[in-house]
């Protein structure tokens, strides 16, 4: 149905930059939300930033470093992370809330296979 594949992860020093991507393809009428989330070893997963109609939401750990946006046209989610920190490592899953058909309740929720983000002090 619908397929959410990532990249742009790697190994960065402490204060470096990285930017994800992460594109949408298959059945697709119009995505209602798309986002990121991270999980590090031994926690549990948490939102990082997302976009819907209404607005941006970011996680207080990352404000002020990190941006999200979106390119409609190819339905993809960028992820621009500045100023990392060693406690930003973690595995960043790509999410998005797709409307398979005209009909609102053809909306599912899917997750990408993830991307290992790792910050070195």
């Known amino acids: 149905q619908v397929q959410l594949v990532e990249s742009g992860g790697g190994l960065v020093q402490a204060g470096g930059s990285l930017r994800l991507s992460c594109a949408a393809s298959?059945?697709?009428?119009?995505?209602?939300?798309m986002g990121w989330h991270r999980q590090a070893p031994g926690k549990e997963r948490e939102l990082v930033a997302t976009?819907?109609?209404?607005?941006?939401v970011y996680a207080d750990s990352v404000k002020g470093r990190f941006t999200i946006s979106r390119d409609n046209a190819k339905n993809t989610v960028f992820l621009q992370m500045n100023s990392l920190k060693p406690e930003d490592t973690a595995v960043y899953y790509c999410?998005?809330?797709?409307?398979?058909?005209?009909?609102?309740?053809?909306?599912?929720?899917?997750w990408g296979q993830g991307t290992q983000v790792t910050v070195s002090s």
């Open positions: 999410n998005a809330d797709v409307r398979l058909s005209y009909y609102p309740s053809s909306s599912f929720n899917y």
């Open positions: 298959g059945t697709i009428f119009s995505i209602n939300a």
């Open positions: 976009m819907t109609s209404g607005g941006t």
